[in-house]
């Protein structure tokens, strides 16, 4: 492919950093790029304590288990996203349930979730779905009324890195949820090629995060294990990227947010007078833009005109409910996922991605919509 679908924008410090970290021969998961790190990232999302861990999906898993949830269970998780919030439910034995999601945000429809609350329902996961948060203030909301108990949020912010909440309070992803979890893998706005974090304000929930993460094990009491943990830490010289990563993080999320703008300038005339349409942003939150997603009712032919001159163009996720992994998670109908699954696409994003490729995939674009589609 000619134009490849993301791309990882590394600073100077990153090099050095990396550098660093194998000339002192610290490489393994303690470090004081691991410590910098974390508190960079707890400072930049607003947190008391910010944990880094292998990656996103581990992430979550350990904040399940923090949170104590496990068989039995069940786990609120949008019907649209990436795969990993529903398989980190069912790896820890507890049961995802699908909730469908709004036409306004593409984030979980509030109303339709307390339709699936239970006395199993554990825990929500709110995705920050495509760079846009969830609607927490409603999330709230819904989630007290049946019951009048507290069910925790879990945010998982993997796409979103800076995007901001404003209903009435006005937060940034990242310090929403009783927890919060990031992936900075190389396609996601901040990186470390592999990667994640969680994020809260809870003492007590942090300390038993760190104690999971680390084989159920405190360092002052080492091989003293209080719990079954694992080996969910980040390395020293992957922290050392993420501390580059962190410092530059305002400068990446605006750079996606430029190649968003660019899009939608020379895009203005095909979403007024074709069928093709951006991803909504809703009133009340301000996108952090991680992959540019359109989309239209006939995409195929698309996607095809566009990867025939090297774009690297691609369908979003199929909807959960039509994966027959999930088939048991399945609460009734899903219709806005399914027809965002089967319409939305992504145009190649990065941070500071040339104008001329951006000019071209418009160009391309204009002549696949405008054009009789022959498929
Ligand atoms: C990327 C992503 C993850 C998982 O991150 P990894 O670091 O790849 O494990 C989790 N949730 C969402 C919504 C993601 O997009």
Redesign the pocket.
């Given at each position: 492919m000619k134009i490849p679908l993301s791309n990882v924008h590394l600073t100077p410090a990153a090099y050095q950093n990396v550098y660093d970290a194998l000339a002192r021969n610290w490489i393994s998961g303690t470090g004081d790029y691991v410590t910098q790190f974390e508190r960079a990232l707890a400072v930049q999302v607003s947190r008391q304590h910010a944990i880094a861990v292998s990656?996103?999906?581990?992430a979550?898993e350990v904040a399940l288990k923090a949170l104590g949830i496990g068989p039995g269970d069940e786990v609120i998780v949008p019907a649209l996203?990436?795969v990993?919030?529903a398989a980190a439910v069912r790896s820890v034995g507890a049961k995802p349930i699908l909730v469908d999601v709004t036409e306004e945000s593409w984030t979980l429809d509030c109303e339709k979730l307390q339709q699936h609350l239970t006395l199993a329902t554990a825990a929500v996961i709110a995705?920050d779905l495509l760079g846009h948060p969830a609607d927490y203030e409603w999330l709230k909301i819904a989630m007290l009324l049946p019951y009048d108990v507290e069910i925790p949020i879990i945010e998982?912010a993997?796409?979103a890195h800076g995007a901001i909440y404003f209903r009435d309070i006005r937060r940034i992803v990242g310090s929403i949820g009783r927890v919060s979890t990031f992936?900075?893998?190389a396609n996601?706005t901040i990186t470390t090629g592999?990667?994640?974090a969680i994020t809260t304000d809870l003492p007590g929930l942090a300390a038993r995060i760190r104690l999971i993460a680390n084989h159920g094990m405190t360092h002052e009491r080492p091989y003293y294990h209080e719990v079954v943990g694992t080996n969910a830490r980040m390395t020293n010289l992957t922290a050392a990227i993420g501390t580059a990563q962190v410092a530059a993080w305002d400068d990446l999320v605006m750079m996606r947010n430029q190649v968003a703008r660019k899009y939608d300038e020379r895009l203005v005339d095909l979403f007024d007078n074709t069928e093709l349409y951006r991803r909504p942003v809703a009133s009340w939150a301000t996108e952090a833009c991680w992959l540019y997603t359109v989309a239209h009712p006939n995409r195929e032919p698309i996607i095809n005109a566009l990867r025939a001159k090297g774009i690297d163009s691609r369908a979003i996720w199929p909807a959960l409910c039509d994966l027959q992994l999930y088939r048991e998670s399945c609460r009734g109908d899903y219709p806005v996922a399914r027809k965002i699954s089967r319409e939305a696409f992504w145009l190649p994003t990065w941070a500071g991605m040339p104008d001329s490729d951006i000019d071209f995939i418009c160009e391309v674009l204009y002549e696949a919509i405008q054009q009789p589609i022959h498929e």
């Open positions: 990656n996103g999906t581990v979550l996203t990436f990993a919030p995705v998982d993997a796409e992936s900075f893998h996601k592999e990667g994640g």
